[in-house]
């Protein structure tokens, strides 16, 4: 799924080649079929906006937004299972994942780093990826509407992530949860988030999760579908349109 593909490069750090290659993401927007008129719409007119500013404030609005504080971390498990062991686990299995279908993780990011899983589920069955997209659309709707909260247009890429997957989720739910939230990007936060803690040694570990817990996507591997072709995974590297449906057709999708 191209447009799986062009939303994770939207997602991962604003780079010259990106805005470069804008005019080659909107021609893959206006010919998606998964998305409706107006979703199309308006991704396009992200990418316009984003591609017009200047790289260097792109850049810096990017940092802002998503690695000051966790509400807004990129990286799934974060959400999932935030500092417990699980998430060790979880990374290896997923990771695995990667590997029976063939991709290859070249990149110092973190396996769930979502730019990153889109572009292994863009790369896969369609079912396969809408399948995957919709057990993490309660994330996708938790960041879209706290990026709501904060009238940043970036919440246009999870709302269109949704609408690829077929899934729906009760966003009303979601949005008041999001609405009585503090945010954890202020100065007092962050200095907050950063005190010293003081060290026990007579309390058990807190914030453990028990395995059942478990993000289901990790589950029900079907080893027998793996891919001969690895694909690797470059990150903040955008190619050519041309260049991206090659890469996908070379890889039998």
Known sequence: MLILKVISRLLDY?????????DD???VVN???DLSFAKREKLIDFIRQLTARDLYDAQESYDLLFDRGRALSLLLFEHVHGESRDRGQAMVDLINVYRTKGFEVDSSQLPDYIPLYLEFLSEQDPNYAREWLGDICHLMTMLSE????????????????????GFEV???????????EERDD?????????EDKEIRFDDPVAGQCSNTGQSSFLNGLDSNAAQ???IKWHAADVTKNADITNATSSAGL
């Open 31 to 33: 010919e998606c079929q």
């Open 228 to 230: 001969q072709v690895p």
């Open 146 to 165: 706290r990026l709501i909260e904060r009238d940043c247009y970036y919440f246009i890429l999870f709302d269109s992530l949704i609408e690829v997957s």
């Open 14 to 22: 604003p780079t010259a080649t990106l805005f470069s290659a804008a």
């Open 25 to 27: 993401l909107v021609n």
């Open 170 to 180: 009760d966003r009303k739910e979601i949005a008041e949860t999001v609405s009585q």
């Open 186 to 194: 202020t100065v007092e936060m962050i200095d907050k988030e950063w």
